[in-house]
Every structure is written in structure tokens, then in C-alpha cells.
């Protein structure tokens, strides 16, 4: 069910009581290489949401997204829109909390930006001490390893980014503009002026590479451990066990 389709009747009436998960699409308004758009972040786990939604509609609420992210790398890029760690943390941790007070107490925090992060841990801690159980994704780094057998290389805006744009919404990716930036960080390093190297073209990784078909399907890798994630929350099997 999406949250904000219901009527205040048919939530009373059809979740207080019996659904107690929600999925909460996280992403940001930056650059995102010359050829994707600037909502990349925000379309990206918005259609993960969806084909989750429509998997197990009865039983999960799609929040409507928090479209505004920290980008502070990307700001200087053309269209990019931020807002500081802490206001983003704030809102999210209230928008999370406004939840669980009708009874969600499974959040997916369903983050499609880097930028996003820090704070997604800190609004973890947030919900965790309000009695919620709270599960940030974060899809391009929780399931690297499956992604990496269908693309050569990851990057923001890079080959398996763009390749899932080209998979959900093709005709807003301009190929012909694709980059490719050389550089890789060598340690992890922030200072001005080191923003051509980091994000040469607003791009880590290599674009050119991308092909709708790579995209469709991580799509399906993704939403295929989504739903088992959801069906590991649902049975408590959110640990691994080793005996020595
Ligand atoms: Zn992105």
C-alpha cells in the first residue's frame, strides 16, 4: 500500500494493528554525470519500492520519499540541490519516528545516495531508541557483490548506476554525453579543489559502459534480496550464526 493513497479511514480500517513494516525511499537532487538526471537517487529506489509494493502490497506501506539529500561533493554541479547533515538528519529521524507512531515498527530505510549515509546510521539510532527496528539499504554497497557479476565496475552515475537508469527510465538518459573519470581515491580525502579528480564530470566509474539489459538486471538482484530482506524481518532471521 503507498501511505499517502490511503484515506485516514481505510489506514484506521486496514493498517492500525496489521501491518507493522514500512519502506521509506531515501535519495537527493544532484548531478549525476552529464547523461542521467538529477533525481537519479530519488528513481532509483522509488522503483525498487514499487516492485516490492506490488509483491507484497498487503503487507508494507511505501512512505512517500524524501526527494532532498546531503550532496555536499556535488553542490557546485549545475542543479544540484542539498541541504546540511543535520537538518536531513532531523527530518528524516522525525518523518521515521511520525511512523512508528502508528505502529510501524519495521522501517526500511530504502537509500539510493553516498551523500546520505552518515546521517541514515545516526536516524538508525534514533528509531532503535524509540522501539522501532530500523534497516538502512543502501543497494549499490549491500549487494556489490552480485552487481559485480553482471557490470565490470561500479560509480556514481557510473556503469551500474546508469545501466538500472537505463533499465527504468531510458528515455531520460542522454548515452552520448557518458563519461568516464580516471581517477580513483587512493585514501579516503576531502578538500576543495580536489573535486576533478574525485567527480571529474560529476562521475566516478565509467558510464559508457552501460546497457539497459545490465540494468533490468540488477533490478531483479536487487528486489530479489529486498524481498528476502523482508522475509528475514518477518521470520526474525536477521543474523547469520557461526558455532566454533
Ligand atoms: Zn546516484
Redesign the pocket.
Known amino acids: 500500500m503507498y501511505w499517502d493513497q490511503l484515506t485516514t479511514k481505510t489506514f484506521r480500517d486496514q493498517v492500525l494493528g496489521q501491518v507493522d513494516t514500512a519502506i521509506l525511499p531515501i535519495g537527493s537532487i544532484e548531478a ?1 554525470g552529464q547523461h542521467c538526471p538529477l533525481g ?2 530519488n528513481m532509483t529506489p522509488w522503483h525498487f519500492a514499487q516492485l516490492l509494493n506490488a509483491r507484497f502490497s498487503d503487507r508494507i506501506l511505501v512512505m512517500p520519499a524524501i526527494a532532498y539529500g546531503h550532496t555536499w561533493e556535488l553542490a557546485n554541479f549545475a542543479g544540484t540541490l542539498s541541504v546540511s547533515h543535520e537538518t536531513f538528519r532531523r527530518y528524516v529521524a522525525e518523518v521515521a519516528l511520525s511512523a512508528l507512531n502508528w505502529g510501524i515498527r519495521h522501517l526500511v530505510l530504502l537509500n ?2 553516498g551523500g546520505n549515509i552518515p546521517a541514515l546510521y545516526a536516524v538508525m539510532e534514533d528509531v532503535a531508541e524509540h522501539g522501532g527496528q530500523a534497516i538502512l539499504v543502501n543497494w549499490w554497497q549491500d549487494y556489490r557483490e552480485e552487481i559485480l557479476t553482471v557490470v565490470d565496475s561500479q560509480g ?2 557510473g556503469e551500474d ?1 546508469t545501466s538500472v537508469m537505463l533499465a527504468i527510465h531510458e528515455p531520460l538518459v542522454r548515452m552520448a554525453d557518458a563519461s568516464y573519470n580516471p581517477y580513483r581515491p587512493k585514501y579516503r580525502v576531502e578538500a576543495l579543489g580536489l573535486h576533478d579528480k574525485v567527480l571529474r564530470h560529476a562521475t566516478t566509474g565509467d558510464g559508457r559502459r552501460a546497457t539497459r539489459a545490465k540494468g533490468e538486471r540488477i533490478v531483479e538482484i536487487v528486489v530479489e534480496r529486498l524481498v528476502q530482506l523482508l522475509e528475514d524481518v518477518w521470520t526474525d532471521q536477521l543474523f547469520f550464526r557461526h558455532d566454533s
Open positions: 549525476h537519479t537517487d539510493g545516495h556514481h552515475a548506476e
